[in-house]
């Protein structure tokens, strides 16, 4: 059985930071790409970081590009989001997800979601 657990969400600042974790198990997250995805109030969930598997590309939305970074352990088999400088634009529930076959932003390309994670960035 595949479980996607994240943590690391929270209430900040804007200007703040914060690392979301993403920890997998029954499933190694480097088989292939993974992903974050963040879904604001009243909005549709869109990616906005995902790495791929055996090469660790990545790709970044470009809200996002140049204030967060996806990485991954192996050891820990563990996806992070470590995130800066952080926006009330930010505000959203943000899920970890797994089992794409290439870097896509597209839902249904994930085979893996977790439970989500609620990030609130206050101005």
């Known amino acids: 059985q595949v479980q996607l657990v994240e943590s690391g969400g929270g209430s900040v600042q804007s200007g703040e930071s914060l690392r979301l974790s993403c920890v997998a198990s029954?499933?190694?997250?480097?088989?292939?790409?993974a992903a974050w995805f963040r879904q604001p109030p009243g909005k549709e969930r869109e990616g906005v970081a995902i790495?791929?598997?055996?090469?660790?590309?990545?790709s970044y939305a470009d809200s996002v590009r140049g204030r967060f970074t996806i990485s991954q352990d192996d050891a820990k088999n563990t996806l992070y989001l470590q995130m800066n400088t952080l926006k009330p634009e930010d505000t959203a529930v943000y899920y970890c997800?797994?089992?794409?076959?290439?870097?896509?932003?597209?839902?249904?390309?994930?085979?893996?979601w977790g439970q989500g994670t609620q990030v609130t960035v206050s101005s």
């Open positions: 997800a797994a089992g794409a076959w290439y870097l896509s932003r597209r839902t249904d390309d994930y085979n893996y």
């Open positions: 029954g499933y190694f997250l480097r088989s292939a790409a």
């Open positions: 790495i791929g598997g055996l090469g660790g590309s990545t």
